[in-house]
């Protein structure tokens, strides 16, 4: 590491420390005992080599009668250091446990914060080794760098001991400590250069598994298995390779550092021989040294580990706090809605997922309360987008939306998510049962509401067939229902929120036509209670609707009833008449 380097990593490491010092403060207690733990090893540490090498000075004088009672202080304070070393593991403990899940509760919040076109440009593998791997580094530290420096400070009181008995093997190790440690630096420097790559690496390998996990029943319909797991292989070929360039540099210092320590003990016998044979030192003298020389090296090895240690927390920090820093987080309001009536607005809507590709173009339309309006045209038209940015999942490039006549910019989250359901074409089912799927979104639901919900999905019935009912797990996904039942899962779990606007993002589309028809029967008598949006594949299925918005390559076609389109806007004549057409076949 170059010399300006090492200020410019002091101060990171003190922000870094000080930043995640907020998630340490529920445990505050347990730290400072674990630190007075820490510094009475410290003390005890220093004293027994110190104390022991003034016993070794006077029996040289001859006053062997104190032997007995110096060895019976030093077990009392190896007693001690037992007791207090008990102390400090249980407070470590402790303290490791809440620093960790509130790091990991942290990061999630300020995930569920990112912008989703933040999430659509990251893969899932960068927020799971943040949580999973990085989280715990951080929380690493504390205990970290109190353990080394606790075996630091006790083995500085050996080599004061030693330089009591004799300077000229003080000052020997004290050589032989610079060379290793000069060699412990550049280990070190290189590991973490090579370790931030590896991480990296890692990342996309495990993004791909994750995503081979949650796809894999796609991946085998698809007839894929074959090609995802050649670029599976590739991904994780390349990261373990990178793994195992790092552990070889590292073994290689490694061979140098032991070779240097054993050159260091046969130094030393020579050394010994020299000095005994001229009078400098006793016998006994040479021997309690030797008996220390391994410890006095460990502080060595104590010192790279606290600077690896200081590295990988370093580099996790970073890692965590760009998330959590990021300047890429939804942004709401401040006004408070506690129950809206319905009305929306979108005026002069631009708005594009990438530059110069835009999805919507002027967008103007008005919905009134408790009306019944769906959204028609082809695939790809920009449908699904209006419902985004009802919900504030995107931002428009221009133009504003109102909810209430209020600005949605100006509307708090509450206010907005709290009064809108959407049920998606494909909803994500939580590996959970079905009881907590329909809890999660709503703290304190009662079984009544619950059944209810389920019954106007039409799910009510198939759940009680279930062998455990309402506590059947479902499986990541929920993989063991099948598509409808996962749609009318969703139905039920966004009926429970009771709120006064109800998006359909086609979430009749993987319905049999009796199931359809069943929702499409409860759908008809929410109409008048709610602000009901519907994003419809079929025709057939919105035309009932109070009005249809026909929307075409990002702009509106049309506006009206079912009839007054019919009857007036050649594109969707030209609809209706493809689908009557699919339908005849």
């Known amino acids: 590491m170059k010399e300006q380097e090492f200020p410019k990593q002091k101060w990171e490491t003190l922000k870094n420390i000080k930043k995640s010092y907020s998630y340490a403060k529920d445990s505050k207690k347990n730290f400072i005992y674990y630190i007075v733990a820490s510094i009475i090893l410290c003390i005890i540490g220093a004293i027994i080599p110190i104390y022991s090498a003034k016993q070794i000075l006077s029996l040289s004088d001859g006053l062997l009668e104190q032997l007995i009672a110096a060895s019976v202080i030093v077990f009392g304070f190896e007693l001690l250091r037992n007791a207090v070393r008990f102390i400090a593991g249980r407070n470590a403990s402790k303290f490791y446990r809440t620093t960790l899940k509130n790091i990991q509760i942290g990061i999630a919040t300020e995930i569920l914060k990112t912008t989703s076109k933040e999430f659509n440009k990251k893969s899932s593998g960068y927020f799971i080794e943040r949580i999973s791997s990085d989280s715990g580094k951080i929380a690493d530290i504390y205990l970290n760098i109190s353990d080394c420096l606790t075996e630091i400070i006790t083995n500085c009181g050996i080599l004061l001991s030693i330089f009591l008995l004799s300077k000229i093997i003080f000052f020997f190790y004290l050589g032989f400590l610079i060379i290793l440690f000069l060699i412990q630096k550049k280990k070190n420097d290189i590991y973490q250069k090579n370790d931030k790559d590896y991480r990296k690496k890692k990342e996309k390998a495990t993004s791909l598994v994750s995503e081979l996990v949650r796809g894999a029943k796609d ?31 590292n073994r290689l210092f490694s061979y140098v550092y032991n070779n240097m320590r054993d050159i260091l003990d046969f130094s030393y ?20 040294i030797w008996n220390y020389r391994h410890q006095i090296v460990y502080t060595l090895d104590y010192v790279g580990m606290l600077m690896e240690y200081i590295k990988d927390f370093n580099l ?56 019944t309006v769906s959204f028609v045209g082809k695939s790809g038209s920009g449908k699904s987008t209006i419902f985004n940015l009802l919900c504030k999942l995107y931002e ?127 759908i008809e008598n929410m109409q008048g209670e709610y602000t009901i949006l519907i994003i419809a594949h079929r025709l057939s299925t919105v035309i009932n609707s109070d009005r249809l918005i026909l929307i075409n390559d990002g702009k509106i076609e049309g506006i009206g009833s079912h009839q007054e389109l019919l009857k007036k806007n050649k594109s969707y004549q030209k609809l209706y008449e493809l689908e009557l057409k699919e339908t005849k076949k």
């Open 219 to 249: 991946v085998k319909v698809l007839n894929a298995e074959e090609s995802f797991l050649n670029e599976a292989r590739a991904r994780i070929t390349n990261a373990q390779e990178w793994r195992y360039k790092m552990f070889m540099s």
């Open 269 to 288: 016998i020579i050394l010994m021989i020299y000095l005994i044979k001229n009078n400098f030192i006793v016998i006994g003298t040479a021997v309690i």
């Open 316 to 371: 996790s920090a970073n890692r965590v706090f760009q998330i959590i820093e990021s300047d890429q987080k939804e942004t709401f309001g401040t006004k408070k809605i506690k129950k809206v009536h319905g009305d929306f607005e979108f005026k002069d809507v631009h708005f594009s997922y990438e530059e110069k590709e835009p999805i919507l173009k002027g967008i103007n339309f008005a919905i009134k309360a408790n009306e």
């Open 396 to 522: 428009p490039d221009s133009g504003t939306i109102t909810i209430d006549g209020i600005n949605i910019n100006e509307l708090d989250k509450d206010s907005i998510r709290g009064n809108i359901s959407i049920i998606n074409q494909s909803p994500y089912i939580f590996n959970m049962t079905i009881r907590e799927n329909l809890t999660i979104v709503k703290e304190g639901l009662t079984e009544e509401e619950m059944i209810e919900a389920c019954k106007t999905a039409c799910l009510h019935d198939f759940i009680m067939t279930l062998p455990k009912g309402y506590d059947t797990m479902v499986g990541e996904g929920g993989v063991s229902l099948s598509g409808g039942q996962r749609q009318r899962l969703a139905i039920a779990r966004a009926l429970v929120q009771k709120t006064e606007i109800i998006l359909f993002d086609e979430a009749t589309s993987a319905l049999d036509n009796e199931t359809q028809a069943s929702i499409q029967s409860a």
